[in-house]
């Protein structure tokens, strides 16, 4: 059950670091050189090991890490909601 709520969640995580590139904030402007390489999409890799590492940990009997994910994926749905809504 954890792996399939890490994948949801994970989906969402997703769209919502797509919806934040994809927006143009100025905030972006401001992250380091490296995160830019390849249209933002480096990002988009560390997202997807960071859910890898979740997915595998949880599915390898370590259900706290689906917790850690699920306080992850809330931290990152409040800060996509801030630049997203130009709050920040």
């Known amino acids: 059950m954890a792996v399939l709520i ?18 143009r ?4 402007g401001e992250v380091p050189w490296f995160v830019h390489m390849l249209g933002g999409r480096i990002s988009l890799v560390a997202e997807f090991l960071v859910l890898l590492g979740a997915l595998l940990l949880a599915a390898n009997g370590y259900p706290a890490w689906g917790w850690a994910y699920f306080a992850y994926s809330v931290v990152n749905a409040f800060s996509a909601w801030l630049i997203l809504t130009r709050r920040i």
Do not use: C, D, Q
């Not at 890490?6 to 927006?23: C, D, P, R």
């Not at 904030?25 to 972006?28: A, E």
């Open 6 to 23: 890490i994948f949801i969640l994970g989906t969402l995580n997703f769209a919502l670091h797509k919806a934040v590139l994809e927006s």
């Open 25 to 28: 904030h100025p905030l972006l």
